[in-house]
């Protein structure tokens, strides 16, 4: 398979998790800047999302690197980045006090 099918398969199966992974934690910091609690501001299920995309984009980057046998090397970190971040996502589910 030539790289640029190789890419615009990886930004077709990669683009819903990037964006819902980085949606709570990028609202997180801006809450933080802005000097408000994100426990009492973010909702739970906006972290919620963001945890399970985490998850499946971790599991879709891990299956891409083996599927690719490790020709695209940066599925490997992406997919321990995206873990890492499933963690705090799913505590941040479990204390914020604000739900619909």
Do not use: W
């Amino acid at each position: 398979m030539p790289d640029f099918l190789g890419y615009i398969l990886i930004a077709l199966v990669l683009a819903l998790p990037l964006y819902g992974a980085f949606y709570a934690p990028f609202k997180i910091i801006m809450l933080l800047v802005n000097g408000k609690d994100p426990l009492h501001h973010i909702l739970r299920y906006q972290c919620f999302i963001s945890c399970t995309l985490s998850f499946i984009g971790a599991f879709c980057a891990f299956f891409l690197y083996l599927a690719t046998r490790g020709h695209y090397e940066f599925f490997l970190p992406l997919a321990f980045f995206f873990s890492i971040q499933a963690i705090p996502m799913l505590i941040m589910t479990i204390k914020a006090k604000t739900s619909v």
